[in-house]
Each structure stands twice: as C-alpha cells, then as structure tokens.
C-alpha cells in the first residue's frame, strides 16, 4: 500500500479560534458558500477541494487532539482525506499505524456524521482521514426546504 499515492487529498481545515469569525470573513469577503455549519465547525464549497474551519477547542474535546493555540502568523491547518466507506478508515488505520505513523487513538464515529482518524507528521501538523457515515455530510447550510 503507497498511501500518498493512493489517495487524493480533499479537505484543507482550517484550526480557528472564533467560527462565526471565520464564516463571516469566508463567506462575505471571499465569496466562498457556505455549505455546512454547525457547533465548532463549517465547510464551504470550493472548486477540487472543500476548505473546512473549526475551532480549535472543539475538535479538542471531541477528539482528543491538542488544543495548543499556534502564536499569531504560525501556520494552522488540518489536511484531510476522504476514503470512500467507513470500513477504508480502519484499513488505513492499521496499514499505517504498522508503519509507525502516530495516531491521535483508534478510528472511531463523530457526531459530524464521519468515522475518522487523526495523526500528525513530524512537524505536528494534523491529518485526519474520514469517511462519511449512512446520510453523508448533510444538506447546504444555504438550501431552501
């Protein structure tokens, strides 16, 4: 298994301090959609790859990873790759973890509907490979009933 090869990278998270911040400035000065939102956490649509934000503490509390704050200009970003079922996370998972990538912990279910796993590189920048769960990531935050 060659992962880097195998996979192509489809999200770049953005670790933030203040959210609805961030959605204000993604959304009215960059144009970009708002695709999903919820508590923590919103993704907006892009051409070729989806640019996600969440806060800092709350992809803390709910995974476990650190919730050190960059000091100001210090890169912040989370890479993701997108598997295609549920069952590709623990796969990966395993084939890397033999390989001696340093996993956050085992896979497990969000409540952002995804099964994920987190590691970091040597520079301590977070990876996280998903995949969506039954129901997949939602609506547009934007769509009319």
């Known amino acids: 298994m060659t992962f880097g090869t195998e996979h192509r990278i489809s999200d770049i998270c953005l670790l933030v301090e203040d959210i609805q911040r961030t959605v204000d400035f993604y959304v009215d ?13 919103a993704d907006f649509h892009g051409e070729g790859v989806t ?4 806060e800092i503490g709350h992809i803390s509390r709910h995974t ?15 890479v993701a790759v997108r598997l295609d079922a549920p069952a590709e996370i623990d796969r990966v998972h395993a084939a890397l973890s033999a ?3 340093p996993f956050q ?9 995804a099964r994920c796993a987190y590691f970091t590189d040597p520079d301590g920048t977070l990876w996280e490979l ?7 990531p939602g609506d547009y935050h934007d769509e009319q009933p």
């Open 99 to 101: 390989k001696g990538v």
């Open 64 to 78: 476990g990873v650190s919730d050190v704050r960059a000091p100001r200009a210090a890169h912040k970003a989370c």
């Open 105 to 113: 912990g085992p896979p497990a279910d969000y409540v952002w509907n």
């Open 130 to 136: 998903y995949a969506w769960l039954d129901g997949g």
């Open 29 to 41: 000065r960059l144009g970009f959609r708002l695709r999903r939102r919820a508590e923590g956490f």
């Open 51 to 54: 640019l996600a934000a969440w």
